[in-house]
């Protein structure tokens, strides 16, 4: 289900408006499509005809992915491409391994190929950030990745995949010091005043503490409170679950604090740089990749006005 609200520049804390600044309305798409535990590597399973054709039907301007492999990636350029997705250049993809060789429990992960997240635009982007994330093994090196458009500087684009590992390394659990590395890179972007949206698997329900100080205190209400953080979640206003939003990821067992399966994708933005309406929704898994559901989470895509400062 999608809701949508408007927020006014005027009425939200920091980053003052200018009449320089410009605005743009991005519809974002964001799918772990379980590349290798669920498709074995394939690109000829049905998953990448899925992807390349949800991002098409939901007219996308930024598509994002978690568990990815290189060939299903190279597979997505090539698909988009041909398409016509793309509507300027063809440097409007860019890959960051998480394992190069497979994922962090199978050797043979991806057939010996990079394992990772991926992020594609359709016009052409600039020069990838890969920022390194805490590691709680030596084969694994979780990313966030970014990229700004190349022709709009200031406006970037990233994913991050947060690991569902919470083991305590050195003093504090590792999924923590993740989600805090993250937004400590958001926050020097910000600072640097570019305007980013970040899509992906966060591995965190929104109402958890590790997240408090992501959501915004306009966010707090019966379902996630506690928050003072600086953004919005493009879901947080579903009717389904105010303050969640919708189920993304199935077969883990209903949950507070609506009784529903877990939400762990998500697209956030700063609050101080959303110039208008946003909204969201969960779609659907994928079917027929191998006669089965392609993804063990669900599409999450989104629409929000973003300011860009001068």
């Keep these: ?21 410009t605005e743009r309305t991005y519809n974002v798409w964001q799918w772990n499509v379980a590349g290798w ?17 949800s991002i098409l039907n939901r007219d996308a301007d930024f598509a994002a992915f ?3 492999c290189w060939n299903q990636y ?9 398409n016509g997705w793309v509507s ?10 998480i394992r190069n060789g497979g994922e962090s429990h199978d050797d043979e992960a991806c057939n010996g190929e990079p394992y990772g997240v991926a992020i594609f635009s359709r016009r052409d982007l600039g020069i990838a950030e890969k920022y390194d994330l805490p590691q709680y093994t030596p084969k694994v090196v979780y990313k966030l990745l970014c990229a700004p458009l190349a022709d709009l500087g200031r406006m970037r684009f990233c994913t991050t ?16 010091q993740q989600l805090n590395a993250v937004q400590e890179h958001l926050e020097d972007l910000y600072n640097a005043g570019n305007t980013v949206i970040i899509a992906g698997d966060f591995n965190a329900r929104p109402h958890l503490i590790r997240l408090n100080d992501w959501y915004s205190p306009s966010v707090n209400g019966p379902n996630n409170h506690n928050n003072t ?19 993304t990821v199935l077969g883990i067992g209903n ?12 697209i956030f933005v700063r609050e101080s740089l959303i110039a208008g309406a946003y909204s969201a929704d969960a779609l659907g898994q994928g079917t027929g990749c191998g006669g089965g559901g392609c993804s063990d989470h669900r599409v999450l895509t989104g629409t929000v006005t973003v300011r860009i400062r001068a």
Excluded: W
């Design 161 to 176: 995949h947060i690991t569902s590992k919470n083991s305590d390394i050195n003093g504090s659990p590792i999924n923590e």
């Design 88 to 97: 300027a250049g063809t440097s409007f993809a860019r890959f960051a391994a």
């Design 37 to 53: 535990k669920m498709n074995d590597g394939s690109t000829t399973n049905g998953m990448v005809d899925a992807a390349a054709a």
């Design 66 to 68: 978690n568990e990815l």
């Design 229 to 247: 953080g600086a953004y919005r979640e493009l879901d947080d206003l579903d009717p389904v679950c105010p303050g969640v939003g919708e189920t």
């Design 255 to 266: 949950e507070t604090p609506c009784g529903q399966p877990p939400k762990i994708d998500m």
């Design 1 to 21: 289900m999608v809701a949508v609200v408007t927020l006014g520049v005027t009425l939200l804390t920091g980053g003052s408006a200018h009449a320089a600044d």
């Design 74 to 82: 190279k597979a997505l350029q090539e698909k988009l491409l041909q």
